[in-house]
Structures are given as structure tokens and as C-alpha cells.
């Protein structure tokens, strides 16, 4: 067989499989919960396998070696290691009580404790991130296809698309955590391999790490200038500070099967993450150097794997970057069906039938990610769609979503004011100061109303309770993510 045959043949047999997994996982799936939440039932291994493989899509594989390639560890802030950070306080201080509350989007903490017009944007503002994030991991997958086969950019998007909308629709999160976990182990073998591979015939660390230009490893800027400091620290923030509200991320813990679970899930998840995530950097700064002459960065690891693996390695290493791009994908276009089917759906059919909400979820999927296979057809990069989809999310709804579940005095008139005073602050600095970090400065001015308007309004709107999905009103003790690691409690 021809090294295209080869490769074409591990393409098919993965994408087969992916479906056969969504449609076993189609069994377990008989409720809207089930569907959205796969029954509270996800044990420490699945969820953490699905926590790093929602994480590590066409970003770190794609987009971040992309970036690494262009401008060195500087490039790269936002992800890994901004995503890693996430993932830490996501167990540190979210994990525990998300998981407590039993709910299934996170939009509930907003329409139990402001209302239905702030659950209303945050609900937007969520999908609006998830059909970002799935357009760039559908443009990865066109590059991937584009360079290994030979398929043009437009028809790999769109295959990608099919394939996911299938076995998503299917199976819901059970599917989506199955595959994920076999998604993660063909990731985890075909970096490693490729890494080792690529090091070896270069000649050895010692002999590629000479080549590095000066300030490839730097992770400090080197102008000190207030606006330098002011977009590296939307860097650090845009993912590790705005995807505490990511409905991808909470929807795991959501779905694991205790509160130990969910914060250990968490916690072992940020060191995989970090871990795998360095391998994709290290290869773009790598080939900064080896293969200078790249003209579109985004080939950058697809190029790697060409040029040093061998047909077989190359059929199951196209399984992994294949991996990569699907399990964010699937996790995306779900979490965005999840928010409209649990937050939208009632406003337009407020006695909607379980059975209704479950078939609303499972459209919605295909909906959502036609809306993403459009963005992607345009814009055809990766990085930059993945880090500006969190942009509302910044600017607008994690202020509001984490004093929902640590400020007891939070109210419905401080969070509107701080939407509002976000959302202005936002375009006004975005289109007359468009060097400045928008998102960043749209959030902090929505802090500094946030803490002013609430303690002034706190007798004519009292604030509300949080509640669990059975109107109970939840313990707010022991919520930090100290649980012991290893013995059960």
C-alpha cells in the first residue's frame, strides 16, 4: 500500500469507531440529564481522561505549535499554560460546589440568583464561546486532512463536522466522555512518539536545544510598557480566568459521580494537560529552527510528522492530531445545545416535555455547528478564533458567575450594572483603543460595579439564595477543593 493508502485506511477504521462509540454509548442515553450530564455517574478515570481530552484539542495541536513556530514560549501563554491554570482553580473552588448543586449548565447559577435577563446573556455569551471554539478546531481539522491527504481545507471542515455531529448526537456526554477516553490515550502515544522521533533524527536534545534562538524559552515580555504587561495579562486570563464559566469544563464536574471525584478529575487533569501540552510547544520552537521555511504555521506538526515518521506511525499519529480536534469539538457543540435546551428552551416552551428537551439537545447540535462550520470556512485560522471566542466570556459573565457562588450579598441589580458597564467598556475600548486587551478591561470595570452597585441596592433587591436543582437551599461550607487524593470520603 501507497503511504497515502496507509494513511487514508487509519483515517476511515478511527472515524468508524468513533461512531460505533456514540451509538453503544446511544443505550445509556434515555433523559435530557443522561444526555447533558450522563447520569451523574462519571468515575475519577473517565472524567479526568475527558477533562484533558476537552482541553487538548487543534489548539495545543494545531494553533499552539503554530504559535510557538512564529514567536517562542511568549506565543503560547494563554495555552497550556493559562488553560492549565484554569484547571487548578477549577478544583480548588468550583469543582466541590458545582457537583453539590446538581444542576447541568452553569446559566442556572445566574437564573436562580439574578433572574432570567443576566441567565439570558450569560447564556448568549456561553453558546457564542462554544461555536468559536468549534470553529477553530473544525478549521484544524481541514489543515490536518489538507496536509496529510491532500483533501482541500473546505471539504476536511465539513467531514469533520459530519463525523462529530454524529456520534455526538447519538450518545450525548457518555458518548462524549467514551470517546474522549479513547481519544486521549491515542493523543498521549502519537505526541510521545512523534516528540522521540523528531529529537532522534535531529541529532539528540543536546544538539536541538543549541539551536534555539535567544529568547525562545522566555515566558516574560520583554517590553515593559503598561500595554505589553496589560495583553500579557489578558494572556494569562483570557482562558485561565474567563473558562471558570466554561460550560465544557463545569459540565464534568457536574457529571462525575461525587464531589471527591470532580475536584481530584480536576486537579489530576491540570498536570496531564500541562504535561502533553509542552510537547506541541517544544515541536514548534523546534522546528523554528530545522524548518524554517514553513509558509503556513499551522502545518507546522503535520509537516514534523511527514517529514520524520514512518507510514504506519504516520496512520496512527493521524488518529491522534484526528483525536485532538474531535474531542473538543464534540464537548463545544454539546455544551453550547445544553445551554440553549436548559436556559433558552423555556422561555420559548416553558412546559417542555423531558423528551422534547432530550430531541431539542440532540438538534441542536447539528444547529449550532453549522453556525461553526460558517465561522470556520471564513476565518480558516485556529489559535486566534480559539483565544477570541472567550472574549464576551472575559468582559461579561465570569465576574457575575463566581460572586453567584462566593459573595452571599451578590444581586440582580450589581450583576446587571456590571453586565452592562462590561459590555460598554468592551466595544468602547475595542474599537477606539484596539491595542488595549478589550475583554480584560471590560471585565475589571464590570468588577469595580459589580462591588460598588451591590452594597448600595442591597434593601430595595435582596439577594437570592443558591439552590440545588430540587429548590433546596445548598450548604456553603466546605466547598474548597481539599478533599483527600487518594482515600475515599
Not at 510521545?192 to 535567544?214: Q, T
Not at 495579562?233 to 470532580?262: C, Y
Not at 449550532?368 to 471564513?378: D, S
Not at 456590571?418 to 486587551?437: A, C, D, K, Q, R
Request: hydrophobic residues 55%.
Amino acid at each position: 500500500m501507497s503511504s497515502q493508502a496507509i494513511i487514508f485506511s487509519g483515517v476511515a477504521v478511527y472515524m468508524v469507531l468513533m461512531i460505533v462509540i456514540g451509538a453503544l454509548a446511544a443505550r445509556k442515553t434515555q433523559t435530557a440529564d443522561d444526555f447533558m450530564v450522563s447520569g451523574r455517574r462519571m468515575p475519577f478515570w473517565i472524567c479526568t481522561a475527558t477533562l484533558v481530552a476537552t482541553w487538548f484539542g487543534g489548539g495545543p495541536m494545531v494553533g499552539v505549535a503554530g504559535q510557538a513556530y512564529n514567536e517562542g514560549m511568549l506565543g503560547v501563554i494563554a495555552d497550556p499554560f493559562g488553560s492549565t491554570l484554569v484547571l487548578v482553580i477549577m478544583g480548588l473552588f468550583f469543582a466541590r460546589i458545582m457537583r453539590r448543586l446538581k444542576l447541568r449548565t452553569f446559566v442556572e447559577v445566574f437564573n436562580q440568583r439574578y433572574g432570567t435577563t443576566a441567565a439570558s446573556v450569560a447564556a448568549v455569551a456561553s453558546i457564542m464561546s462554544s461555536v468559536g471554539w468549534t470553529a477553530g478546531m473544525l478549521v484544524a481539522f481541514g489543515y490536518v486532512l489538507q496536509v496529510l491527504t491532500g483533501i482541500p481545507l473546505e471539504i476536511g471542515i465539513v467531514a469533520g463536522a459530519v463525523i462529530v455531529f454524529i456520534y455526538t448526537m447519538a450518545g450525548g456526554m457518555w458518548a462524549v466522555a467514551i470517546t474522549d477516553f479513547v481519544q486521549m490515550g491515542i493523543i498521549a502515544i502519537g505526541l510521545v512518539v512523534l516528540f522521540v522521533v523528531v529529537i532522534s533524527d535531529l541529532g539528540g536534545w543536546a544538539a536541538v536545544s543549541a539551536r534555539f534562538p535567544e529568547n525562545a524559552l522566555r515566558i516574560l515580555p520583554l517590553d515593559n510598557s503598561p500595554v505589553t504587561w496589560l495583553n500579557y495579562l489578558r494572556m494569562w486570563l483570557i482562558f485561565g480566568l474567563a473558562d471558570i464559566s466554561s460550560q465544557s469544563l463545569i459540565q464534568r464536574a457536574m457529571s462525575s459521580r461525587s464531589e471527591q471525584v470532580a475536584q481530584n478529575a480536576f486537579y489530576a487533569s491540570a498536570v496531564g494537560y500541562l504535561t502533553l501540552g509542552m510537547i506541541p510547544v517544544m515541536l514548534g520552537i523546534i522546528a523554528a529552527t530545522s524548518y524554517p521555511g514553513i509558509a503556513e504555521p499551522n502545518h507546522v506538526i503535520a509537516t514534523l510528522a511527514l517529514e520524520h515518521l514512518h507510514p504506519v506511525a504516520m496512520a496512527v499519529f493521524v488518529g491522534a492530531l484526528l483525536a485532538a480536534i474531535m474531542s473538543t469539538t464534540d464537548s463545544a457543540m454539546l455544551s453550547a445545545a445544553s445551554v440553549f435546551t436548559v436556559n433558552l428552551l423555556p422561555l420559548i416552551k416553558p412546559d417542555a416535555s423531558d423528551r422534547t428537551r432530550l430531541w431539542v439537545t440532540r438538534l441542536g447540535i447539528p444547529v449550532f455547528g453549522v453556525v461553526a462550520l460558517v465561522v470556520g470556512l471564513k476565518a480558516k485560522t485556529v489559535y486566534q478564533l480559539v483565544v477570541d471566542s472567550n472574549f464576551a466570556m472575559l468582559a461579561i459573565v465570569v465576574v457575575p458567575f463566581v460572586a453567584g457562588l462566593w459573595w452571599e450579598k451578590a444581586n440582580r441589580a450589581g450583576v446587571l450594572a456590571s453586565m452592562v458597564v462590561g459590555f460598554v467598556t468592551l466595544n468602547l475600548i475595542y474599537f477606539l483603543l484596539p491595542e488595549m486587551p478589550a475583554d480584560l478591561l471590560g471585565m475589571l470595570a464590570g468588577l469595580v460595579t459589580l462591588l460598588v452597585v451591590t452594597p448600595l441596592t442591597q434593601k430595595f433587591d435582596p439577594p437570592r439564595p443558591l439552590q440545588d436543582c430540587d429548590g433546596q437551599p445548598v450548604a456553603m461550607r466546605d466547598r474548597l477543593g481539599v478533599l483527600p487524593l487518594f482515600r475515599r470520603v
